[in-house]
């Protein structure tokens, strides 16, 4: 049983370039969640989709924008990227959204941005 | 909204010796709290959840941690640690309806020989 997979693992990006990283959840999730984690921190909540639609936000700018797909995968995209745009970007799956009945979210392991 | 506060960031204990990693919460409603680890280069991984119920939750890996809830705390302990146990633990909340889990900085555990 495939846990969640992101691609791509690492990747350089200039300041100013667009990347979008991409999210397939565990298998029967229908729900994902893309996280920010800077070095040295925890990870910060982005957004949420379910049922296709960005269903809870965090302390994001637009910049950061989503999209879910009907097989549930996901990507996330970040435009006008900046130096504090580094870090490791994770995607969790979970069956619902897990504030209803605290369903446990499964991360993947993660896509490293470095912008220079 | 929820707020996550992990006491040390740093614990270096002797391989054998037991842990405690604590962790501390601020909410006004009833929440779900969690512990990850996180290994190098690695995503993170769930330990325990408390949910409801017992206030003593049993994890993977020998780990069990009790809910507070006079205190708002939720350590995590384990009776005797291995070298393996050496990684990053996060301790997360999450409010009820709410889907913005919300991350402490993170313990650094090191168990040393």
């Known amino acids: 049983d495939a846990g969640v997979t992101q691609s791509p693992t690492h990747l350089i990006k200039t300041r100013g370039q667009q990347v979008t990283l991409r999210c397939s959840p565990k298998s029967g999730h229908d729900t994902v969640s893309w996280y920010q984690q800077a070095l040295g921190q925890g990870p910060q909540f982005i957004f949420q989709?379910?049922?296709?639609?960005?269903?809870q936000r965090g302390n994001f700018p637009d910049r950061f924008s989503g999209h879910q797909f009907p097989n549930y995968s996901s990507e996330l995209n970040v435009n006008a990227l900046l130096l504090g745009d580094s870090a490791l970007y994770l995607c969790a799956s979970s069956v619902g959204p897990p504030g209803v009945s605290g369903n446990t979210i499964y991360f993947g392991e993660g896509s490293w941005l470095t912008v220079v | 909204a929820q707020s996550v506060t992990q006491l040390d960031s740093q614990v270096p204990v002797f391989e054998e010796a037991p842990v405690e990693l604590r962790c501390n919460y601020s909410s006004s409603v009833s929440v779900y709290l969690f512990w990850y680890v996180q290994y190098p280069n690695q995503g993170l991984q769930l330990l325990l959840k408390y949910l409801s119920g017992s206030t003593l939750v049993k994890g993977i890996n020998g780990f069990e941690a009790e809910f507070n809830k006079s205190q708002t705390s939720f350590h995590l302990r384990k009776p005797s640690v291995h070298i393996s146990d050496t990684a990053e633990y996060f301790c997360?909340?999450?409010?009820?309806?709410?889907?913005?889990?919300?991350f402490g900085a993170g313990t650094r555990l090191t168990v040393k020989p």
């Open positions: 989709y379910y049922e296709e639609e960005e269903r």
């Open positions: 997360a909340v999450n409010c009820y309806r709410d889907n913005d889990m919300r």
